[in-house]
């Protein structure tokens, strides 16, 4: 992991999700604006059973992000459903991959779109979607910022579901520490639940006793510590 | 099995990789066990390009050498990490010798009982994708027959990334890769899981959920999301893949 690149995302985004909630999704929408050169971004949350909540980084994109629901087709929907970035460099190459919303977003002026799962292993919380006005696929360098915004942004939102963890810092990122991952999977055992509220009580413990995800991680492992509602206490 | 026949299988298992439910994950561990074999004593193990700049663990013959390559990951030195950055072989005769190239690398290899590596990439024209690296317990360099069979491993492994060589490569690279780095992610979880309902060790946990997929014919990945979900149960898993985990003849070397 590149860790000026989370860190630049980062500033970008401005302050984590536990200091100033309500703005937060306008925020990364813009940060996926300027950050990365697109024309439009929008922020899906989605359940299993349904879409959650939508934003955009204007009301030209918010069009967009509607039609995909009014439609029931899309990048946003391809990235939550198949759990894969859906990439489309070309609309108007691509008619018969989203034939209803692919006209209609061309006629918005859209020619590209990229869309992200936010995502870590079984969870997916929803999807941020990039638009562009001209076609192309993104730079390396361009595709590497989106999968850290997309990386960034799920980690927020699952301190935001730990309610009050403020933001983790560039550090301790979790995207490739297959120990938190697996410490997860037995804290989800341990309290009974999901993968995302584990994940989530994970990030909490460590936050409310001062010590790393990592460490938790580690001890949860060695079988020292063992995450039940008392842990907390 | 002699070698030209463990090549052409592995070729064989390559060809079941274009059907549809083929799961990345499970072919690269059966191509790290397969060079395990090649060229033994050895261990193996592939890294992925995480697309953000940096390399994942995502497959690899023991937990072993899996842990050396996270170790290198984490401390950014060693020979997968340097033949990934310059898109060239690295070969590293003798970790002995190695101190100045890799301090931190060569001490956590030799204490893991390696004393030599190979490290090859996984390229797709001028991309470097991946590396895949063989750890041995000896010093010593592979001979070019070795070499080339090795490198034709690693070439196994970037066409099962990049079936589709159309226009779309760039989103398909993208899409594949992304796809097998997070069902890295759900095969952990789900070791997680086994872990504590089952009480046993997260090696253990691997080879249950890997042997199992493989007696029922099923997807590494959809056998993990069956465990998170509760679809699987300890029971079922154990009743069809018995726990032997040290059932490997590798297991030896340690």
Not at chain 2, 10 to 23: P, Y
Not at chain 2, 155 to 177: H, N
């Amino acid at each position: 992991m590149d860790t000026d690149r989370v860190a630049s995302i980062l500033v970008a985004i401005g302050p984590g999700v536990g200091s100033d909630p309500a703005s937060y999704p306008e925020r990364v929408c813009a940060a996926g604006v300027e950050l990365l050169g697109m024309s439009g971004a929008g922020l899906t949350l989605m359940t299993k059973t349904g879409l959650g909540a939508v934003w955009a980084s204007d009301e030209a994109c918010q069009k967009v992000e509607d039609l995909q629901f009014a439609l029931g087709e899309g990048p946003a929907l391809d990235a939550f459903r198949f759990a894969v970035p859906a990439l489309e460099p070309s609309l108007a190459d691509a008619t018969d991959r989203w034939p209803f919303f692919g006209p209609q977003a061309l006629a918005l002026g859209v020619e590209a779109a990229f869309s992200f799962p936010l995502q870590v292993g079984v969870i997916c919380l929803g999807a941020i979607n990039l638009f562009r006005d001209r076609s192309g696929f993104p730079s390396s360098d361009e595709l590497a910022d989106a999968l850290v915004l997309a990386d960034v942004v799920t980690e927020d939102l699952i301190d935001l579901q730990a309610q009050g963890a403020l933001h983790w810092g560039p550090s301790d990122h979790l995207a490739q520490r297959a120990r938190v991952h697996q410490a997860t999977g037995m804290v989800s055992v341990q309290i009974d639940s999901d993968m995302a509220t584990a994940l989530a009580c994970i990030r909490a413990y460590a936050y409310s006793n001062d010590v790393t995800i990592s460490d938790v991680a580690n001890k949860v492992l060695g079988r020292t510590l063992r995450l039940t509602s008392h842990a907390f206490e | 099995m002699p070698r030209e026949r463990l090549l052409a299988q592995t070729f064989v298992e390559l060809a079941d990789t274009l059907v549809a439910d083929f799961d990345i994950v499970d072919f690269l561990h059966t191509l790290a066990d397969r060079c395990a074999e090649l060229f033994k004593p050895a261990e193996a193990g592939v890294m992925l390009a995480d697309q953000r700049g940096g390399l994942r663990v995502v497959a690899s013959s023991s937990e072993r050498a899996r842990l050396l390559e996270l170790f290198e990951l984490q401390n950014e030195q060693g020979p997968c990490l340097d033949c990934f950055r310059n898109g060239e072989r690295v070969v590293a005769a003798d970790f002995g010798d190695d101190g100045a190239r890799w301090p931190l690398f060569t001490v956590e290899a030799v204490a893991a009982g390696f004393r030599s590596a190979h490290s090859l990439p996984l390229r797709f024209r001028t991309q470097v994708i991946g590396a895949l690296n063989l750890f041995r317990p000896q010093p010593g360099l592979l001979d070019d027959r070795d070499l080339t069979g090795a490198q034709a491993m690693a070439d196994i492994a970037t066409i099962s990334i990049l079936q589709e060589r159309t226009l779309r490569e760039a989103r398909v690279l993208a899409e594949q890769l992304q796809r097998a780095l997070n069902s890295r992610v759900v095969i952990e979880q789900a070791k997680g899981v086994l872990a504590e309902r089952a009480k046993i060790n997260l090696d253990e946990a691997f080879t249950l959920l890997r042997t199992y997929a493989r007696t029922q014919n099923r997807r590494l990945h959809d056998v993990s999301t069956a465990v998170i979900s509760s679809l699987l149960t300890i029971e079922e898993l154990s009743a069809a893949a018995p726990l032997k985990p040290s059932r490997s003849p590798r297991a030896t070397l340690t």
